[in-house]
């Protein structure tokens, strides 16, 4: 099928297949999906301009339907997610404003591509270290006190770095909120926003809602227990590609038909994923999230190596 805006020839029930795909892990994990998503569209020969801007266009659909989800399933802290959108505006706008100025430059796809493929492999490493250390953690601790493995309260989710999340919530900058619905007392609201402007750049930036960087910083840097930053990142997630698709509308980079097309997909899958969440404890979740941006990564690392987008 031939997609005018973007100049692409793609089959359209393969990008209904990753769309369905990429609803189903993204309704699990409290992400877009654009670790995924991003680089299929790259490996099938979209240009990294239009990989942005229509990712982005389809991931506000699925996380619409996730995030309802979530909600019914009371995983979603609204006073975070409201407070979150102010950061994460600004951030898309600054990101999409660097994907404009590398559009006048003939290697946007490699700069863009190499910085996707340094921050997957980044996040897949250090969340594979973190939940292997969490769970040999609470396993010591079934043979010591014959505790349970796993704590089942969503507002008690064992982390091996709940002591650094502690500290930035100590953060003395005023003003300072409490956030009951993440068990969390007392937060700087500045801490929220610096966490959210960080996932709103790299939304702007790399296309999607970024919550393969936003989801984990909720965790290991606010303190979010796992489930709620899940639903939590689905609601931000809503905002940030919303607002980024407009943004990269308005410069020519979203072919909305791609979008539709991958959208009938999602909007299954994300239904799916957001159910299993009940399924499992938080630091599982985490351990599962794990092999997802190796598999974006290898992805785009094939576009690079192919040169498909040329065609």
Do not use: C
């Amino acid at each position: 099928m031939d997609f005018l805006i973007s100049g692409t020839h793609i089959n359209p029930f393969a990008l209904i297949g990753v769309g369905f795909v990429v609803g189903l892990l993204g309704g699990f994990f409290g992400v877009g999906g654009s670790f995924l998503a991003g680089p299929a569209l790259f490996g099938f020969g979209v240009p990294m301009n239009f990989v942005v801007g229509t990712d982005l266009a389809h991931i506000v659909g699925k996380s619409i339907v996730a995030a309802r989800k979530h909600r019914a399933l009371g995983n979603i802290d609204l006073r975070l997610g409201g407070i979150m959108m102010f950061g994460t505006i600004g951030g898309v706008e600054m990101g999409a404003q660097l994907i404009q100025q590398l559009k006048k430059n003939a290697y946007i796809d490699i700069v863009v591509g190499i910085t996707f493929i340094v921050i997957l492999l980044s996040i897949s490493a250090f969340m594979a270290w973190e939940s292997w250390r969490t769970l040999k953690m609470h396993r010591n601790k079934v043979a010591r006190l014959g505790e349970p493995l796993i704590a089942e309260s969503k507002k008690q989710d064992p982390s091996a770095f709940a002591h650094i999340a502690k500290k930035i919530q100590s953060f003395g900058l005023p003003p300072h909120i409490s956030l009951p619905a993440s068990g969390i007392e007392r937060i700087s609201f500045w801490s929220i926003i610096i966490v959210s402007f960080i996932g709103g750049f790299f939304s702007g930036f790399l296309g999607g809602g970024a919550g393969y960087i936003r989801m984990p910083s909720m965790i290991y840097l606010l303190g979010i227990p796992t489930h709620i930053a899940v639903g939590t990142d689905l609601f931000e997630i809503i905002i940030s590609a919303g607002y980024g698709t407009f943004t990269h509308a308005l410069k020519g980079n979203v072919d909305i038909f791609i979008a539709l097309v991958m959208h009938t997909g999602a909007a299954i899958g994300a239904q799916i994923g957001a159910t299993l969440t009940q399924y499992f404890a938080g630091p599982r979740i985490r351990l599962a999230f794990i092999p997802l941006p190796l598999i974006g990564a290898a992805i785009v690392v094939y576009g690079l190596l192919t040169g498909q987008h040329h065609k």
